[in-house]
């Protein structure tokens, strides 16, 4: 275990390095701009980043693969956090920052939950995602990360939020094409190093030694609130559990804020994890990852963080740009932590311009161009799933429209196998009428089977033959012990063949008398093969 962790960290240690600085140069604004929206310091999102940052690195399930604060759980903090504020300023000894405490306490229960989820090994689901879905996801969010770099575009004058123009955007949309054409063209001189941090290096230079009046990092968090990048080490958080005495009341929203931040960073997180997997094609861990997210947010609570999950862009930053190791992860975190520390004056001067070009190009990188050519191809439910994945990812977030996805990929394909199930009718010598069923039969298909058979006017022996069919589900099973039930109720012989073990079992629980009616010795290779099969799956 331990030679395959030294040699995770030490395969490619050159392009992880590098990699890894420009994934921390990327993550800056980003965990400021989400710390802004969640209404938290921007200090906050910062430890929050590195946290994620560093656990999921060294203990995650998917080497190569960044977490930090996302867009996605920040949204949801807004309401908690606000909340909380009203109720700390209407408290006997006011505290303006109870939301923030409030979050820490939320973030407690998110750790918990997904580690729970790691532990249940509910991490494996992701692998049942359709491809349509995992199609939208990836659309939906290049359309995302594109809408979020719009805010870039904008510089707050006089309390006033307002577009830039003239001049100012001229230079911007400059050192935007030249950030994209460094990293377009780069690779193909060579790709020893990054072409992202090289760009970023290169328009960086541009601007600090031509004394050029752009926007920064620096000035986009103070146009923001915040006061600047520098601050200390995240500080354990010795007074969290005396707010505790606050929630009485509140203990609702507490949960089900954490069910849902807690859901959100793990579908998201897994999603990502796919998606790296395909880029890189190796396979992660999904339940190590949920275990080490649920890890990572419990710390954030217990030292200051915001919390967070995988983050979409900068894995693929990393992974484009070399990043295949756990220590490209670790080097992306403790640097983000030395900028916060050591850095700050450097990384404010920073151009946005150059960050924007590099997220632009994940964009590009992103999206799955190819969904245009193939989707008159497709069967016309997976398009439409592809497109209304894509669309509700831009309208809520990724979540709901992967949940969403999911849940109309399975009625469709319900509806489907529910239209599937036939019924072959043949007389054998002795006057016996048989019912040779194929396909499925389970809730969706009960009302199709239960059509098929004519009671009243069939003659007095009836065979049902399951050979090419199987039971399902409980309804499955509660259909086939109707239709046999009528038949005896009308004094009528009934057999019931090639029935798999496990619908056996259930039939015998409900009507004991069904031993009469279930033919066992059944001399087929075909059967016997297939009971064989299910019992292994079992």
Not at 9 to 18: A, G, S, V
Not at 76 to 86: A, R, T
Not at 160 to 169: D, F
Request: hydrophobic share 50%.
């Amino acid at each position: 275990m331990l030679k395959k962790v030294f040699k995770n960290f030490t395969q490619n240690p050159k392009n992880d390095i590098l990699s890894g600085l420009t994934v921390a140069l990327a993550l800056v604004p980003e965990a400021v701009a989400f710390a802004f929206v969640a209404g938290v310091d921007p200090l906050v999102g910062l430890y929050g980043a590195f946290i994620m940052g560093i656990i999921t690195a060294l203990f995650g399930g998917r080497p190569g693969m960044i977490s930090g604060a996302t867009g996605a759980m920040a949204v949801v903090m807004v309401h908690l956090i606000s909340k909380g504020n009203e109720v700390g300023l209407s408290l006997e000894n006011p505290v303006e920052s109870l939301g923030l405490q409030w979050l820490f306490i939320t973030l407690l229960f998110v750790g918990l939950i997904q580690i729970f989820a790691g532990v249940l090994k509910l991490g494996k689901f992701v692998r049942l995602i359709p491809h349509p879905v995992m199609m939208g996801f990836v659309n939906g969010l290049a359309i995302v990360i594109f809408l979020s770099q719009l805010g870039m575009f904008k510089e707050t004058i006089n309390g006033k939020t307002q577009w830039i123009q003239g001049t100012e955007l001229w230079i911007m949309l400059g050192l935007i094409a030249l950030t994209m054409g460094i990293m377009f063209g780069l690779p193909k001189l060579t790709k020893k190093v990054p072409a992202a941090l090289i760009a970023i290096v290169a328009v960086a230079g541009i601007t600090i030694f031509g004394g050029m009046e752009v926007h920064t990092v620096g000035s986009f968090i103070k146009d923001g609130g915040g006061e600047g990048l520098k601050g200390s080490l995240p500080s354990f958080q010795y007074g969290l559990f005396e707010f505790t005495n606050s929630l009485t009341g509140h203990w609702d929203l507490i949960f089900s804020t954490a069910f849902i931040l807690a859901a959100i960073g793990l579908i998201e997180s897994l999603m990502t994890l796919n998606l790296i997997d395909e880029l890189t094609e190796t396979r992660g861990s999904g339940n190590r990852e949920c275990v080490a997210q649920g890890g990572a947010n419990i710390l954030n609570g217990l030292f200051g963080g915001m919390g967070g999950c995988a983050m979409i862009g900068q894995s693929i930053i990393n992974v484009t740009s070399g990043g295949r190791g756990r220590l490209s992860g670790t080097i992306a975190a403790v640097s983000l932590l030395c900028f916060i520390l050591f850095g700050a004056p450097l990384i404010e001067q920073i151009p946005i311009a150059a960050l924007v070009g590099v997220m632009f190009m994940v964009v590009i990188g992103t999206f799955a161009w190819s969904s245009f050519r193939i989707l008159h191809k497709i069967p016309l439910a997976d398009a439409f799933v592809l497109l209304a994945v894509s669309a509700i990812t831009v309208w809520k977030d990724l979540a709901v429209a992967v949940i969403a996805g999911v849940i109309i990929s399975a009625l469709v394909f319900a509806w489907k196998n529910a239209t599937m199930i036939r019924a072959r009718k043949t007389i054998k010598e002795n006057g016996t009428k048989v019912y040779e069923i194929w396909g499925p039969l389970f809730f969706g298909s009960t009302s199709a089977f239960n059509s098929k058979f004519d009671i009243t006017n069939d003659p007095q022996s009836i065979e049902i033959d399951f050979m090419e069919s199987k039971v399902s589900d409980h309804s499955g099973v509660e259909a086939l012990r109707n239709v046999a039930n009528k038949y005896l109720e009308c004094g009528k012989e009934v057999k019931l063949t090639h029935l798999s073990p496990d619908c056996k079992t259930l039939l015998l629980k409900w009507n004991p008398e069904f031993e009469t009616i279930i033919e066992n010795a059944v001399d087929d290779p075909r059967y016997y093969v297939v009971t064989d099969l299910l019992d292994t799956e079992v």
